[in-house]
């Protein structure tokens, strides 16, 4: 089959999906290979009563991209949907608990995602209350050696360096 029957083949499929349902992570990943994706990034910071940061993160389950390795909870914005939507499932999904505050902090342009090019919306973030067992605070100087390298070189530096 050459590329002009691939394409063929490939639009008739896609005109086919309801994109107000999930697609699953395997045409997921796929339509991110040879598209851009944009995530929501919520990097979650509070001040210990000892007046040192703290960032919360959460364990990527097994089965995901970067399995077992901690990150600032994230979500990739879905077709038509609006920014605090995409909190609400990060509530949900996460379960991080209730958001209190979300300030825009910047996008970072990530070329060399492993699931593909990502544009990262990066928010500094508070909450109302934590979920028991969603996640773990951190000390901003002492964060795990298992982190998503992009979470620790990009998104908290970037936050951190913000008017908090």
Known sequence: ???????????????KIDTRLPYGTDLFNEILRVTVGVTVEAVILRIT?????????TRRKAGEAYA???HCPGTFLRTGEAIEDAFLRLEEKEQVGKFLTKKFIGFAN?????????VQLIF???LESVAIGSGTWFLIDNLPDEMV???LKV??????????
């Open 68 to 70: 077992g390795l901690w």
């Open 124 to 126: 500094s973030c508070e």
């Open 110 to 118: 990530n070329l060399h995602e492993e699931r593909g090019h990502i």
């Open 49 to 57: 009563p000892q007046d040192k940061r703290e960032v919360f993160l």
């Open 149 to 151: 390298e992009d979470h």
């Open 155 to 164: 998104l908290i530096p970037m936050v951190l360096g913000s008017d908090l």
């Open 1 to 15: 089959m050459n590329n002009d029957d691939v394409n063929k083949n490939a639009v008739g499929a896609l005109r």
